[in-house]
């Protein structure tokens, strides 16, 4: 699978076993801080005697991440429970970033749907690193939908395939290369066979896409049509074929095939 890119992001620091420093913004700790981790979706920071910090202590710190020659220093200002979470344990983190010229300290995220800035960091594995995202991209929204990639579904079904058909759903990546077919706060309905999602679509939403690892698994109708058109579809994208394009995509052989992990609806466009 090609890797997910990270475009749509504000920042995006992806690190496998980097060196990580973090520093209270003012003054010195309490105790000098050790080691910056990633469990799930929260920062664990432990000092050289041994103590997780508690999250609300992370308040201030700036965390310093080496992305090859490159430093990027991230400020944690406030962190708070997701009011979105059921299950009550995913955090949110305010987060701001220093401008390398002027010193000044800036909001790293933009406003989501719900006018809030913030982000998290995602573990996603030992091979695969961490990324450090926002609610208002796709990675964030991916998790805060329920499909956490650290996670296991209702089945026991390891959730991060789940998560990166996700993000393709999400940015209506057909090909799965990268490439966006759609407007931000466009509407869309989604739902998958584990039962973490249900399909509630509105009575004038139809069946838009099958969605997998790869991105469309079949497509009856594009998005926005006046974006992305099906014969658009059919001349960029090879590998779907001509039965995987078009009224031969239903929703019923979607939920046969095992390829497709999640389905959406969307409005006609």
């Given at each position: 699978?090609?890797?997910?890119?990270?475009?749509?992001?504000?920042?995006?620091?992806?690190?496998?076993?980097?060196?990580?420093?973090?520093?209270?913004?003012?003054?010195?700790?309490?105790?000098?801080?050790?080691?910056?981790?990633?469990?799930?979706?929260?920062?664990?920071?432990?000092?050289?005697?041994?103590?997780?910090?508690?999250?609300?202590?992370?308040?201030?710190?700036?965390?310093?991440?080496?992305?090859?020659?490159?430093?990027?220093?991230?400020?944690?200002?406030?962190?708070?429970?997701?009011?979105?979470?059921?299950?009550?344990?995913?955090?949110?983190?305010?987060?701001?970033?220093?401008?390398?010229?002027?010193?000044?300290?800036?909001?790293?995220?933009?406003?989501?749907?719900?006018?809030?800035?913030?982000?998290?960091?995602?573990?996603?594995?030992?091979?695969?690193?961490?990324?450090?995202?926002?609610?208002?991209?796709?990675?964030?929204?991916?998790?805060?939908?329920?499909?956490?990639?650290?996670?296991?579904g209702p089945d026991g079904t390891a959730l991060l395939a789940h998560w990166q058909a996700c993000i393709r759903m999400v940015?209506?990546?057909?090909?799965?290369?990268?490439?966006?077919?759609?407007?931000?706060?466009?509407?869309?309905?989604?739902?998958?066979?584990?039962?973490?999602?249900?399909?509630?679509?509105?009575?004038?939403?139809?069946?838009?896409?099958?969605?997998?690892?790869?991105?469309?698994?079949?497509?009856?109708?594009?998005?926005?049509?006046?974006?992305?058109?099906?014969?658009?579809?059919?001349?960029?994208?090879?590998?779907?074929?001509?039965?995987?394009?078009?009224?031969?995509?239903?929703?019923?052989?979607?939920?046969?095939?095992?390829?497709?992990?999640?389905?959406?609806?969307?409005?006609?466009?």
């Amino acid at each position: 699978m090609r890797p997910l890119p990270s475009a749509a992001l504000i920042l995006a620091v992806l690190f496998a076993g980097a060196a990580a420093a973090a520093e209270r913004d003012a003054g010195a700790p309490a105790e000098a801080l050790r080691q910056v981790e990633v469990a799930g979706a929260q920062f664990r920071v432990t000092t050289v005697g041994g103590r997780t910090l508690p999250q609300h202590e992370l308040v201030g710190a700036v965390l310093a991440y080496r992305d090859g020659a490159q430093v990027i220093s991230v400020r944690i200002d406030s962190v708070f429970a997701d009011p979105k979470d059921p299950t009550g344990g995913l955090l949110l983190y305010g987060l701001s970033t220093r401008d390398p010229a002027g010193g000044d300290w800036n909001d790293m995220c933009q406003p989501d749907a719900d006018g809030v800035r913030a982000g998290f960091p995602l573990q996603l594995g030992s091979a695969a690193g961490y990324v450090l995202t926002c609610t208002s991209g796709a990675q964030g929204k991916c998790v805060r939908f329920g499909y956490k990639p650290w996670a296991r579904g209702p089945d026991g079904t390891a959730l991060l395939a789940h998560w990166q058909a996700c993000i393709r759903m999400v940015r209506a990546d057909y090909c799965g290369d990268g490439e966006p077919h759609t407007r931000d706060g466009t509407l869309i309905d989604m739902y998958d066979k584990l039962g973490i999602q249900k399909d509630e679509a509105s009575e004038s939403m139809e069946f838009e896409a099958g969605w997998g690892l790869e991105g469309a698994v079949c497509v009856r109708r594009t998005r926005i049509g006046e974006i992305f058109s099906l014969e658009a579809l059919r001349q960029t994208c090879p590998r779907l074929k001509p039965e995987d394009v078009g009224e031969p995509c239903t929703e019923a052989r979607m939920m046969r095939d095992p390829a497709a992990l999640l389905m959406n609806k969307s409005f006609v466009k």
